[in-house]
């Protein structure tokens, strides 16, 4: 089993920035592609950003490229994103989530974090 922790979460004005970090344990991590996933109230979640298992390859939804960054440091078994630009429409809970297999752009995967919420005034 993986387990997965989100922390960063919080109130910030359009236009700013936030970090997200996720931590990861349980088990050795970096065989894992990883993703962020959101959920904004009464929507369906969906996918943000994903990052293979060596930080070569990543995948951006459309509403998020170039605004925001995945990366991820194995050594400290940690995965973070970097949001920059923020909008409001990027409100919603943010979860951290691990897939086993190759990095692909979807909401499927094997292990979730709780969640941290952001919310972005106008």
């Known amino acids: 089993q993986v387990q997965l922790v989100e922390s960063g979460g919080g109130l910030v004005q359009a236009g700013g920035s936030l970090r997200l970090s996720c931590a990861a344990s349980?088990?050795?991590?970096?065989?894992?592609?990883m993703g962020w996933l959101r959920q904004a109230p009464g929507k369906e979640r969906e996918f943000v950003a994903a990052?293979?298992?060596?930080?070569?390859?990543?995948y951006y939804a459309d509403s998020v490229k170039g605004r925001f960054t995945i990366s991820r440091d194995n050594a400290k078994n940690m995965v973070y994103l970097q949001m920059n630009s923020l909008k409001p429409e990027d409100t919603a809970v943010y979860y951290c989530?691990?897939?086993?297999?190759?990095?692909?752009?979807?909401?499927?995967?094997?292990?979730w974090g709780q969640g941290t919420e952001v919310i972005v005034s106008s």
């Open positions: 989530a691990a897939r086993l297999g190759l990095v692909r752009p979807t909401t499927t995967y094997d292990y």
């Open positions: 349980g088990r050795t991590f970096s065989g894992y592609a």
């Open positions: 990052i293979n298992w060596s930080g070569g390859n990543t």
